[in-house]
């Protein structure tokens, strides 16, 4: 592999552009508790993403999320649940 192509798959910077949450509803499904499981940076040359993922998801989903810049890293979210599977 050349020094051009490793470079062109690094990430940009050290803060991902996505998240990546495995969702799991609890209770009677009015609810979700959000566990993040993977991180994805953008290419340098702006084709594609790095995943790295600590878990995967046992039902086969994963949800993507932008970081916003006020975001503090956690674990685990739990907030209502506004969609179904996909």
């Not at 993040?36 to 702006?46: L, P, S």
């Amino acid at each position: 592999m050349s020094n051009e192509h490793r470079s062109a798959t690094k990430p940009v910077n050290n803060k991902p552009f996505l998240l990546g949450y495995t969702v799991t509803p609890i209770g009677d499904g009015q609810k979700s508790v959000w566990s993040k499981i993977a991180a994805a940076w953008a290419h340098k040359d702006g084709e594609g993403y790095e995943v790295r993922m600590d878990a995967l998801p046992v039902d086969g989903r994963l949800v993507l999320r932008t970081v916003k810049d006020d975001q503090q890293p956690n674990n685990e979210v739990v907030e209502p649940s506004t969609d179904g599977p996909a």
